[in-house]
């Protein structure tokens, strides 16, 4: 449609001339962005599929011998892959479900707009700024189990396993999930705190003059008009802890055994640290995969609930 | 009092509650930089300790902060700059233009925000082995930049499609150029849109170990690496670990505080 481009005061000289040059413009505007992401973004990530076909050594440069799938059948099959897709996983949906329950808690008690509450929120959020190194740093020194703060009375008291609930097996992988969780929490609160202001107040105070309980209002109204904020929330969440990288590596490096191992801690491993490139981008492709699939699924989660709200 | 009132005063009380969960943790890691050695994991924990710098000190004996800290702004305020230059104008133009790809265009930005950032570095690190920029400031400010000015983009083409387009029109009309349109109109309007792009460029690429561990030399390396290093090294204690963190961790603290308006529109909008 030629005159979507006319302005809404129908000011503007609308010849031919002058939608071809603001075309022309806006490409020249784009262009960049564009060219830079796929020269240092797209074909670098091109570069690793294609060496992900090959049993590429950096340390071995003459030796790399094609092997078709054979790196993501190795993905499927050696046990500490298959450990860090259950690991990612498990941390990502146990995680993200902590910290949706936690941060609608504390976005409904956040929903008056008043000073206390903007207060709060401000400094609620201080976790979220902070660098995942430094919090995986404090969180390993105050779990020690010999001079932690936390760890030594929990091993004081009998609590949990002696070597510190970081070093052993049964518990390192959900003490991880309890540090992405103090971390991320406010930040799932805050999307959350934008969806609920956003909700139509005059349907709650219509409810509200109807006589209906709080209990009511949030179940039949707050809690579905929230479903779009919230599976927007999932989404962001699901797909940044699908990738977790820095607290693992920092905490207990996927160890110990193949306790932690994630998906990006075993490709860095492989990557960086043993120069199996082939191996390491397989790895990374996916990852990438399960997280396009995640989020496609909870992206139509959202137009769904979209839908249903809006009657379209 | 009434319900009504002891309603409040129990949200007031869980919020300070929840807050205290949330602060405690950084709270406790800096203030091991201000006990002497011997406080720290004392049994039962301190509350009262004469402040001392001996940490300090320390940090300052090992390592060269004023280096990794210049190090830190080269980097992050250098791909904030980066990514502005290439993500502002690309923001608008998606948002004003009325071509269908426009949109998928934006949506291909977003996408890209999501490739997880070992799966990025391998391939990347290749290519600046390549081209000679392998231990450069250069290499990890362009990955940076990559990741980055895709969130620009994607960030600032929701900020440019909610604001009308009235204002550039009517500068249009009035013979101001296309190029002065964008910059002198629709750019300013959209200060506070750049201001909250520009403090999540600069967080990311602050607090970003992994690009700058692999991808610079020693004499380039940031804060974050020297906090990492620091970890490993058998001298060096907690105390002096918290001392360093404290250059870390307090200028982005403080940034997202003083801008917290900016930080949260950020965070709500880089999404949406």
Known sequence: MADLTASRTGLIPMSGDYFASRRAFLFLLAAPAVVYVIVFGLMPLAQGAWYSLFDYNLQRPNRTAWVGLGNYVRVFSDPAARAAIVNTFVFTIVGVTLQLIAGFAIALLLWRDDRFNRFCLAFILIPVTVTPLVVGLVFKAMLGADYGIVGYFLSQGGIGPRSGLLSDASTALWVLVAIDTWQWTPLMALILLAGLKSLPMDVLEAATADGATARQRFAMIVLPLMLPSVFLALVLRVMDAFRVFDIVYVTTGGGPGDATQTLMVLAAKEGLSFFNIGYASAIGNVTILFIALLASVLLLAVRGADRRINGR | ?272
């Open chain 2, 1 to 272: 009092m009434s319900a009504r009132a002891e309603n409040l005063l129990g949200r007031r009380l869980a919020l300070l509650a929840i807050l205290l969960i949330f602060l405690l943790p950084v709270a406790w890691l800096l203030t091991t930089a201000w006990k002497q050695s011997s406080q720290i994991f004392s049994i039962p924990p301190t509350l009262y300790f004469t402040p001392s710098l001996d940490q300090f000190r320390s940090a300052f004996a090992f390592f060269d902060i004023w280096s990794l800290v210049k190090s830190s702004l080269i980097i992050s305020v250098g791909s904030a700059v980066l990514s502005l230059l290439l993500g502002v104008p690309a923001g608008y133009a998606l948002a004003r233009s009325r071509s269908r790809l426009a949109v998928g265009t934006a949506y291909f930005f977003l996408a890209i925000r999501m490739i997880p950032a070992v799966a990025a570095l391998i391939p990347f690190y290749l290519l600046m082995r390549d081209i000679g920029l392998l231990g450069t400031w250069w290499a990890v400010i362009l990955i940076n930049t990559m990741l980055n000015c895709a969130f620009v983009t994607w960030m600032m083409f929701s900020y440019f499609r909610a604001l009308p387009p009235d204002m550039e029109e009517a500068a249009l009309t009035d013979g101001c150029t296309q190029f002065g349109a964008f910059w002198r109109v629709a750019v300013p309007s959209a200060r506070s849109g750049m201001i909250a792009s520009a403090l999540f460029c600069i967080m990311f690429a602050w607090n970003d170990f992994l690009f700058a561990m692999f991808l610079t030399r020693t004499d380039a390396k940031p804060i974050s690496v020297a906090l990492l290093t620091a970890y490993g090294t058998q001298d060096i204690t907690w105390g002096t670990l918290g001392a360093l963190a404290h250059f870390s961790t307090i200028p982005i603290v403080l940034m997202a505080l003083v801008l917290n308006r900016y930080f949260v529109q950020g965070a709500t909008n880089g999404v949406q």
